[in-house]
């Protein structure tokens, strides 16, 4: 199985207009070439640059 097989992603949108919410969540997961799984997460308010984190774990 390729890595590119294992490949998911989620965005989600969280949008109310009258509490002057626009956020915006993603996750990304993916395997690099010696099968270790790579997570990465991002956030923030829609139209800004917002945060991001990754976790890499590794096969026992």
């Known amino acids: 199985m390729s890595a590119r097989a294992q490949d998911r992603f989620i965005w989600l949108e969280a ?9 915006r969540y993603a996750i990304a997961t993916s395997a690099d070439l010696f099968g270790a799984i790579i997570v990465q997460f991002a956030w923030g308010r829609i139209g800004m640059r917002g945060q991001s984190r990754g976790l890499i774990c590794r096969p026992a």
């Open 15 to 23: 949008v109310d207009r009258p509490r002057n919410v626009a956020r």
